[in-house]
């Protein structure tokens, strides 16, 4: 598969074993969330058949790791 990881995000506080990574593969972005190193959840930013952009992906993962999505 053909991605690039293009952002990464990293938690602090009581959030710092969180990061999340911002991945784009052609059209779609995904986000990757960790806990202590270990993948929880991987998101594709499509929903209800709407692509959405990097500045939602972004938002995602800036969410996960300031602990707004669990």
């Given at each position: 598969m053909n991605?690039?990881?293009i952002h990464t995000?990293?938690?602090?506080?009581e959030y710092q074993d969180r990061r999340a990574e911002v991945e784009f593969n052609k059209d779609r972005y995904t986000v990757h969330?960790?806990?202590n190193?270990?993948?929880?959840?991987s998101r594709l930013m499509v929903s209800r058949g709407v692509v959405h952009n990097e500045t939602y992906a972004e938002n995602a993962a800036e969410n996960f790791v300031m602990g707004i999505i669990q």
């Open positions: 991605y690039s990881k995000f990293w938690g602090s506080d969330m960790y806990k190193n270990k993948l929880v959840e």
